[in-house]
């Protein structure tokens, strides 16, 4: 049942006070060292600061816990790829982030947990099931005015409802066909609204009034620059000013409630940059879209609130605007206030995503929650512009966006494999592919990568339809696209990218 309540307000809401209900594996892993190439990386300018000052950490303890979050990041994917349907979420322990802790629905997977340096911890549900059971949950208080938030936290293994109204929030969920087991309601008075009052961070301003929002990051779609920001700042067709107050942009698309995202195209007058304001007079430089993994420190950059930290601290939430409700969300306690909406969050280089909204303010602290980055690009069709150079022009059609595509014609029952030179090598990251196929075939497509001498599936896209979309990120290796006419014959157009 729910009928015990923790009252939290303000500050106290910290996912510290959530009894763990996980059984820890007895052993402790060993302490994962670093490559040597590591102790050689610094952390952008303004940025130890500002952790030491919103954490509340040495200088010390702030240069160990990105290090030790930039060595784990892989570490993580790994285990997650690894453990597939059994996997039940991961997070980052310690003033340094010198614990990664991993869950599992199956005690056998404990060995290979710990053996790459990582804490094992058995859980009840997976992530895939409490995903789920958000989404029920989510369902459930559509139209209710309590339980504004909700989110998994794979700390309790457990869906987590914040409400002002506890007692009816619960008889809510009581009602409707969930599993009540993996459900927590908590008193909160934390009440999210938008902070909605080409550099990231920068303001903006919208339609020719004093309404502004912030940058997030620069961005290509073609040939044409522009940047990505929060969708409540603007609908499509609204112009923009810059922060100097010249002519700057049109909203080319805007998504909000449900999702919380845009894009803005600019007039020459405006360079892509990429680099993210510090605060303090500098930039951080953006070297790619790597996710960062949970308990990770996070840094955002507002036009109203400059530059502050904190750690993520969930990575799927719900939360109700008046607007409505808008899903997917990442739950940070870094600081935001009007105005900051847009504006981007990074972890340590890599972009993380555009700030929605949040509760709370600079002085006395408050959550903050972003729309991740990545499923903006790929919704759009965008390219994110790093420090590793402008992409080279992308195709037209309906798969835009890619710095490399590929044109065929498939016949009934084919398969054939892009690129032509058989595979492409690739780093770890996230691997991005778009299928564009006329109405009325069914064409299919596969995303593969090598594993000793043979290939094997990593991603799929076989919706009953012409168009298909992929979204994966893998390990470095060698990987192929496989593109299969499941009914019809005719021409196609790929565009992927690779990190």
């Not at 989110?151 to 506890?166: E, F, G, H, M, Q």
């Not at 890619?402 to 014609?409: L, M």
Request: contains cysteine; proline residues 5%; negative net charge.
């Amino acid at each position: 049942m729910f009928r015990r309540h923790i009252a939290i307000t303000g500050r106290v809401l910290m996912i510290t006070v959530l009894a763990l209900t996980t059984a820890p594996v007895a052993a402790e892993p060993q302490t994962v060292g670093f490559p040597a190439a590591s102790a050689a990386w610094k952390p952008p300018p303004g940025m130890l600061a500002a952790l030491q000052r919103d954490l509340h950490i040495t200088v010390e303890q702030a240069q160990a816990r990105l290090l030790n979050e930039a060595r784990f990041a892989p570490v993580e994917a790994q285990l997650r790829r690894r453990l597939g349907d059994r996997f039940g979420g991961s997070w980052l322990m310690g003033s340094r982030s010198q614990i990664l802790v991993v869950d599992t629905t199956d005690p056998a997977d404990l060995p290979q947990i710990t053996a790459v340096g990582a804490r094992g911890e058995v859980v009840s549900r997976s992530l895939a099931r409490l995903d789920a059971t958000l989404e029920e949950v989510d369902a459930a208080l559509a139209t209710h005015p309590s339980g504004r938030v909700r989110y998994v936290d794979v700390r309790t293994n457990k869906v987590i409802v914040l409400s002002d109204a506890p007692s009816a929030t619960e008889d809510v969920i009581e009602t409707a066909d969930v599993d009540l087991v993996a459900v927590r309601v908590v008193s909160s008075v934390e009440k999210p609204r938008p902070l909605d009052d080409l550099l990231g961070g920068d303001a903006y301003y919208i339609g020719g009034t004093a309404n502004h929002c912030s940058i997030g990051f620069s961005v290509l779609r073609g040939t044409q620059s522009g940047f990505v920001s929060s969708g409540h700042c603007g609908v499509a067709g609204n112009t923009t000013i810059g922060v100097n107050r010249a002519d700057q942009g049109v909203f080319q698309a805007s998504n909000f409630p449900g999702s919380d995202f845009a894009w803005v195209s600019v007039n020459d007058g405006w360079t892509p940059r990429p680099s993210v304001k510090n605060g303090s007079g500098g930039t951080v430089s953006v070297v790619g879209s790597r996710v960062a993994v949970e308990g990770a420190s996070v840094c955002r950059s507002g036009s109203t609130t400059g530059w502050h930290c904190g750690t993520i601290l969930q990575r799927n939430a719900s939360v109700v605007y008046l607007q409505g409700n808008v899903s997917e969300l990442i739950r940070t306690n870094a600081c935001a206030e009007p105005g900051d909406s847009g504006g981007s969050f990074v972890s340590g280089e890599q972009a993380q995503g555009v700030a929605s909204g949040g509760s709370g303010d600079c002085t006395s602290g408050g959550f903050t929650y972003y729309q991740p980055v990545n499923e903006i690009l790929t919704t759009y069709g965008l390219s994110l512009v790093t420090t590793a150079g402008n992409p080279p022009q992308m195709s037209t059609g309906t798969c835009t966006g890619y710095p490399v595509t590929a044109a065929a014609t498939l016949n009934g029952g084919q398969a054939v494999y892009q690129p032509k030179s058989l595979y492409q090598s690739a780093v770890a990251g996230a691997h991005y592919g778009c299928l564009d196929a006329d109405d009325g075939v069914d064409f299919d497509l596969y995303l593969e990568k090598r594993v000793g001498s043979a290939w094997s599936t990593v991603a799929t896209s076989d919706s009953l339809g012409a168009d298909e979309k992929i979204s994966y990120t893998g390990p470095a290796g060698s990987y192929r696209y496989r593109v299969v006419s499941a009914s019809g014959s005719g021409p196609y157009i790929l565009g992927y990218k690779a990190p």
